[in-house]
């Protein structure tokens, strides 16, 4: 299986949008067709310096990785956060996760960018299998607060 990595594109929209129902439904998540669109309109414009990959092989799209550069208190360039990383399930194995996290880590290169993070749940543990093969787990724990916006 031929497998290319290249920046998304308008043309993958739909088979993006298949990817992303998938990527939500495994974090049993759900976002408003509204929020799905302006991260669709972010990652196609680079707005807000957020990027997004796609893999590709002979019959479409199979996975997606995106990522967000932000300014950092601790050096003169930015970090990049790589945010979503989702593979076809009936793809993963072959590579394809590590192919599209290689193409963040070379945009991050290419921005001299000083680092790149990312976060995934802990039960995920088919992820922390390739993330613990790229680097070791931070020393640091992430705390959450939702913060309600009254209208």
Not at 36 to 64: D, S
Not at 70 to 86: G, K, V
Not at 125 to 148: F, G, M, N
């Amino acid at each position: 299986m031929t497998v290319t990595i290249r920046a998304i594109e308008e043309k993958d929209k739909n088979q993006w949008l298949n990817l992303w129902a998938g990527y939500l439904e495994f974090y049993k998540s759900t976002i408003s067709t509204e929020q799905t669109e302006l991260t669709w309109k972010r990652l196609i414009n680079n707005e807000l310096k957020m990027f997004g990959f796609v893999a590709e092989n002979e019959e479409g799209v199979i996975g997606f990785t995106h990522c967000l550069f932000r300014p950092s208190t601790w050096t003169e360039t930015d970090y990049c956060y790589l945010e979503d990383l989702f593979v076809d399930p009936l793809i993963r194995g072959k590579g394809v996760g590590r192919a599209l996290m290689d193409k963040v880590f070379e945009l991050a290169r290419e921005k001299k960018s000083k680092r790149v993070y990312w976060t995934t749940q802990e039960f995920n543990k088919t992820a922390r299998v390739l993330y613990d093969s790229i680097t070791p787990v931070s020393e640091y724990v992430q705390y959450r607060l939702p913060i309600i916006i009254e209208s």
